[in-house]
């Protein structure tokens, strides 16, 4: 009988149980959720997204576009569960956090081939096939545990979560609705601020008091979400080049660009729970408050939650792993999700589609068919498995592709578009050569 253990049931081991028990295999899942708490997730249920909505730009000619058509390709489950959580956000995929993840803890805690366990695992000694994709607030034995078995120093780096509020607490009439250039739907609220709003802002930000890291972290973040602090910090202008930048959004009443802009997106379908779109910070609460209250058409405002900020480990899988995603010193053991050095929820889902491909191949006693480089999995693979000096977590960018699209004088969305189509195909071409990789669902009676 084929078992497999995986330990979390966060998006990462979700995406690995519902793969694996559809190839007929029997899953273990171990969470240790509600008994042992995290300092991010707020609730029991599997899949809970700790931070943003979105899982970012459906386009083909974006990173993440490619990475979820890809991703497609392969039968990823938890994609499905997203759109059928959606709510509106222009291109982007933004989802409702409790339909989604009760619409995965519906569909694990019921599939005939998977037992969940509520349980911590503490300890690296698993009966294998086992994949760890504990994530980012990996359980601190289990932490510990790690820290002894690989070559380097853990890897850390700090996330931080941007505060959500009540959108019937916001006066609409300040803003307007509209998606940069137009792209999609008028799905978020825009808040204008003129140079003297703006710099009002910064200096409140400059001047705010911060929750301390431990005296002996160094405060590293990973440099596409920083907080709005770090931002600041760095000048004057560097927001409103970042999550407050303008461009892309006439104000309808002016017919121009505003000198910064405030993003709010719905969180939830009915739109009660808005969150400000890159406003992650680490200032204390009280803190906060007084800045969202300051923010135009904010007076009244009621904060649902406050950004708050965490540490978050990964591996050094380039040293640890061999292809894909396997521990080389404990055949078997595989790694999946944001511990396994990819960065960002769909990455995450996406790595667990490719540790479950890599225990199917084993299984049948085959090698596992390399994923071609020219997709964006390849290349995220190809990163992960790259001896470097200083690795760091990576998420998806055309940066890694092998080839960038003919250059010349043509666009970038041309090039993007270029490179994407033939990643597609690639990724197509893959799938069919190894149908045998990707059987018809199968279920075993009397698991649960
Ligand atoms: C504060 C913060 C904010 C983030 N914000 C974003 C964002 O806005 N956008 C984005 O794309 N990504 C974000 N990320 C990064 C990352 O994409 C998410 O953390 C994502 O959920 C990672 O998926 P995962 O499956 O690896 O981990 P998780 O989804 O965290 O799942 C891991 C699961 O393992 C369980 N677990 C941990 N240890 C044990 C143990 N010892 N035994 C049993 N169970 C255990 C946990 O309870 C959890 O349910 C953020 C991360 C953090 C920490």
């Not at 009966?127 to 820290?147: F, M, Q």
């Not at 053991?333 to 540790?355: C, F, K």
């Not at 090698?367 to 760091?392: E, W």
């Amino acid at each position: 009988m084929r078992e497999v253990t995986i330990v979390g049931g966060g998006l990462a081991g979700c995406e690995a149980a519902w793969q694996l028990a559809d190839r007929g295999f029997r899953v273990r899942l171990c969470e240790m959720r509600p008994e042992t708490p995290t300092g991010a997730h707020k609730t029991d249920r599997l899949a809970e997204i700790v931070c943003s909505n979105s899982f970012k730009s459906t386009l083909l000619d974006t990173a993440s576009g490619l990475l979820k058509a890809e991703m497609e390709v392969l039968g990823c489950r938890l994609l499905g569960v997203a759109r059928d959580s959606a709510v509106p956000a222009g291109h982007a995929l933004g989802i409702d956090r409790e339909l989604f993840s009760g619409g995965v803890t519906a569909r694990i805690e019921t599939h005939p081939n998977i037992r969940v366990e509520r349980t911590r695992i503490d300890s690296l000694d698993l009966p294998t096939p086992a994949i760890i994709a504990t994530g980012p607030l990996t359980g601190d034995a289990l932490s510990a545990a790690l820290v002894a078995h690989c070559t380097r120093d853990h890897l850390y780096f700090y996330d931080a979560i941007a505060p959500s509020v009540d959108g019937d607490s916001v006066d609409p009439s300040v803003g307007y609705w509209a998606s940069r250039y137009g792209k999609g739907d008028a799905d978020y609220l825009n808040i204008p601020f003129d140079k003297e709003q703006y710099q009002k802002l910064v200096e409140f930000v400059r001047g705010a008091e911060y929750v301390q890291s431990h005296a002996f972290e160094e405060e590293k973040y990973f440099e596409a979400c920083l907080p709005i602090e770090v931002l600041v910090a760095r000048g004057e202008d560097t927001l409103r080049f970042g999550p407050m930048k303008p461009r892309g959004l006439p104000d309808p009443r002016t017919g121009r660009d505003p000198y910064a802009v405030l993003q709010l997106r719905k969180e939830s379908r009915e739109g009660s729970l808005m969150g400000l779109v890159g406003f992650q910070t680490r200032m204390t609460w009280a803190c906060q408050k007084e800045l969202l209250r300051m923010l135009p058409g904010c007076s009244d405002v009621s904060v649902l939650r406050f950004g708050t900020i965490h540490r978050n480990i990964f591996l050094d899988i380039p040293s640890l792993c061999a292809p894909y995603l396997q521990d080389r010193a404990r055949p078997g053991l595989h790694y999946a999700g944001q511990i396994s050095g990819v960065e960002g929820y769909v990455e995450s889902i996406m790595s667990a589609i490719v540790v479950a491909l890599s225990i199917t191949a084993a299984a049948e006693g085959r090698p596992m068919p390399p994923i071609p480089r020219a997709t964006m999995i390849g290349s995220l693979m190809d990163y992960v498995h790259t001896p470097r000096k200083n690795f760091q977590p990576m998420n998806a960018n055309f940066g890694l592709m092998p080839t960038q699209g003919n250059g010349g004088r043509r666009s970038r969305k041309v090039r993007h578009d270029e490179v994407s189509t033939a990643a597609l195909a690639a990724m197509e071409s893959y799938r069919a050569e190894n149908d045998w990789l990707f059987p018809a669902p199968q279920s075993l009676p009397n698991f649960a």
